[in-house]
């Protein structure tokens, strides 16, 4: 439902946008309470703006703004998600408790009520073009412009934001070459910086945009971009760029309602509590057989109960795992879950978010047992998947039926 609603309201945002120009909607149709983006003035790139707002009520409406000069994959689609995504944020802690009276009411379809009314614009404009319409409106204090790398540079239209003179910048005013973060100088290259330090760099860069939850997940999932390039070749923050956008765009990545939230956690703590106990499991017996044959669980004992607790390497297991199932599905695993829950033919027992989460896990690694033993199949794929007890192996080369 969301997805037709935001393509049908970009189509008509284009044609619409030919009538008025991004400063006189920034002016006088909206009013900015979030946004993120950067422009990088100098940049041939073009620079994709968004902005989403409730119509509901009269206007100026309250709106987020996202801008995107990525070369990679900045688009108004990316752009359009991303402001979509802050202006949520944005009016769920507003109005939290209509919120909860929503959720109340509608249960999980509380956040497709409450997010409705929301429509979006799109431009794309050169980054002085982008920069001339954002300065001096609500928007400057969310969008960082950096000057082009070349100092002296001065744009074909004189734009420059180090015009003599006060500048304004969001609500304060800065003198030109000031330090503050919406003018801090573009990142340049850095030969010399280790390794591990460009690394560093980039977490925090990618926790500074999502949060440290978030963060969490997107380095786990996009490992492969995190370690792309060297200090010798690109800069922590276009690594970043790149990680936030694909993280952005994955099916996992929308915003939950707290209690599919809570279904999410408790699949991915299932599936991390498979893969460590069948290794530890296995570990002991070994142990067992070469020394006094003592295992340390009991005759009829679950092993569950008697393993340690789940270790961080194996949750942050669980969570590439439940992000490959994810990306395989094209879906949130919390939507899988609820289509495998509700799917037609016989349950042997209630469905639970644990214990779909422990059998996908099972599967992953072939030991036997399924999802479908004890209910109809939930219509998924999922990759062979093993623990080694300090690291694993997801290999999507290898798929079963769930």
Not at 341 to 353: D, K, N
């Amino acid at each position: 439902m969301r997805t037709y609603t935001r393509a049908r309201r970009q189509r008509r945002t284009h044609a619409r946008n030919q009538e008025r120009t991004l400063k006189e909607f920034l002016t006088d149709a909206v009013f900015v309470r979030a946004g993120e983006g950067s422009i990088q003035l100098g940049d041939s790139d073009p620079v994709h703006i968004a902005v989403m707002f409730d119509v509901h009520g009269y206007g100026p409406h309250p709106g987020a703004i996202y801008v995107d000069q990525n070369r990679y994959h900045a688009s108004a689609d990316t752009a359009l998600q991303a402001a979509d995504e802050l202006l949520e944020e944005h009016e769920m802690e507003a109005h939290a408790d209509h919120l909860r009276e929503l959720e109340e009411e509608h249960g999980d379809e509380a956040l497709s009520v409450f997010t409705e009314t929301f429509d979006g614009r799109t431009w794309e404009l050169s980054a002085e073009e982008a920069a001339r319409n954002i300065e001096g409106t609500d928007a400057a204090k969310f969008i960082d412009i950096y000057p082009a790398e070349d100092d002296d540079y001065e744009s074909n239209d004189q734009y420059s934001p180090f015009a003599e003179g006060d500048v304004e910048a969001g609500r304060r005013k800065c003198r030109p070459g000031c330090k503050c973060e919406r003018h801090r100088p573009a990142e340049r290259l850095t030969p010399n910086m280790s390794d591990q330090e460009f690394r560093d760099r980039i977490e925090e860069e990618v926790e500074a945009v999502l949060g440290k939850a978030d963060a969490e997940r997107a380095l786990l999932r996009y490992e492969s971009i995190w370690y792309s390039g060297d200090a010798s070749t690109t800069t922590p923050r276009r690594v970043a760029d790149e990680l936030v956008a694909a993280y952005r765009r994955s099916p996992g990545a929308q915003r939950l309602t707290p209690n599919q939230d809570i279904v999410r956690d408790e699949i991915v703590g299932a599936a991390a509590r498979a893969f460590f106990v069948t290794v530890w499991a296995d570990e002991a017996e070994r142990e067992a057989e070469e020394g006094d044959g003592e295992l340390p669980w009991g005759a009829g004992e679950d092993i569950d109960d008697a393993a340690p607790d789940t270790p961080e390497e194996a949750q942050r297991f669980g969570e590439r795992f439940v992000f490959a199932v994810e990306k395989l599905n094209a879906a949130s695993i919390t939507e899988l879950y609820d289509r495998a829950a509700e799917a037609p033919g016989r349950h042997l027992r209630q469905p639970e978010p644990e214990d779909f989460g422990h059998y996908l896990a099972m599967q992953a690694m072939g030991h036997g047992v399924a999802w479908q033993d004890d209910h109809p199949p939930a219509g998924l794929s999922a990759p062979e998947a093993h623990w080694y007890g300090d690291s694993g192996e997801i290999d999507d080369r290898f798929i079963f039926e769930a």
